[in-house]
């Protein structure tokens, strides 16, 4: 949803230069969802709307196919990459123990991503994006 987001409230509206949507750690069960914008103040209301708009839209037609094997290189490529060097490796050691996931799970991962389909990822919009029950934190110097 980040490139959607991008696409609307900075390339079309140009109230931002930057704008991101991503889950938090879920390594102890639970990860938050959060989108991050700066706008100027006169600007909040407006970006506020459009980011609803966005995600309804998301809601409704949930992803792409695109913008899923997007996803997808992404991931499989991030972790190829971060597999190359010791720093990457024990990190991953880390993180997949830590998970109870066991060392296994490294070589899994890449085929858990590729096995990811459509149907998937608009199910997980569908439970997890709901700005109904979301908090919003507005920080900044305002007159």
């Known amino acids: 949803i980040a490139d959607r987001l991008g696409k609307v409230v900075r390339s079309q509206h140009g109230l931002t230069y ?8 879920a390594s102890s069960g639970s990860a938050p969802w959060t989108i991050t914008i700066s706008v100027a103040p006169e600007n909040i209301a ?3 709307e459009l980011i609803r708009q966005v995600v309804d839209q998301y809601l409704l037609e ?4 695109d913008e899923l094997q997007d ?3 992404n991931a499989v490529g991030s ?6 060097h010791s ?3 024990s990190g991953a050691i880390c993180s997949y123990e830590f998970a109870g996931l066991g060392v296994a799970a490294i070589d899994a991962v890449i085929d858990g991503y590729r096995s990811v389909t459509k149907a998937d990822v608009d199910a997980a919009i569908r439970r997890y994006f709901d ?8 920080a900044g110097t305002f007159a």
């Open 71 to 73: 996803k997808i290189g």
């Open 79 to 84: 972790q190829i990459v971060n597999l190359r």
């Open 131 to 138: 700005l109904s029950t979301s908090v919003t934190v507005i």
């Open 46 to 48: 407006k970006a506020q």
């Open 87 to 89: 720093a990457g490796i």
């Open 18 to 25: 930057g704008v991101n949507a991503s889950f938090g750690d």
């Open 62 to 65: 949930g992803i792409s196919e």
